[in-house]
């Protein structure tokens, strides 16, 4: 795994002191599993900046539909994850916010709010039907063994997600939510 992997790694360890306020524009990595995935209609926002790495990934206890995720323990949904240099994230966080309605600091009570979450790295070359764009509209779950999640390397990314479903897996002990400006972990 790259350099970008490494450089989130450092971020994130100043995350815990960062104020609040100013958390929303650490230029962590952007983890999506819907219409910004490669191939959809709305992923020409991720290529606004130079890419540095990309890297399938799941988010833990949830799984996704539509545009949507939800929580369900014991789930693995796909994600796509996006990694850009720092000077160039806010070309494609900004637009992204925009197409999800987020204004920081958000709103509890939006359809989309972005949240913090650990997402688990994928081997290179993973390939599973749910990631096909056929797949959309279908309930989307790896199917991976939650005994074998901690296998997998983490890493702590932006995600979309509402905070009605972030509540829901909060009590969860392996629960992926860090923070999404309400629940901190």
Do not use: K
Request: hydrophobic residues 40%.
């Amino acid at each position: 795994m790259g350099n970008a992997l490494e450089a989130t790694r450092r971020l994130y360890a100043g995350f815990a002191p960062t104020p609040p306020d100013d958390r929303w524009r650490m230029p962590l990595p952007l983890a999506v599993f819907g219409t910004l995935r490669a191939g959809f209609r709305n992923h020409a926002l991720m290529q606004l900046g130079p890419v540095a790495e990309c890297h399938r990934a799941f988010l833990p206890h949830f799984r996704a539909r539509q545009i949507d995720l939800y929580c369900h323990p014991g789930a693995s949904a796909p994600f796509e994850i996006y990694c850009y240099e720092p000077d160039t994230w806010a070309t494609v966080i900004d637009p992204v916010d925009r197409l999800e309605g987020f204004v920081a600091p958000g709103s509890p009570a939006a359809s989309y709010h972005r949240s913090l979450a650990w997402l688990y790295l994928l081997p290179e070359g993973f390939a599973h039907a749910m990631f096909a764009p056929d797949m959309l509209e279908r309930d989307r779950d790896l199917g991976l063994d939650p005994t074998t999640w901690p296998t997998y390397e983490r890493l702590p990314c932006w995600i979309y997600s509402s905070v009605q479903q972030n509540e829901l897996a909060r009590p969860l002990p392996d629960s992926p939510v860090i923070w999404d400006g309400i629940i901190y972990r």
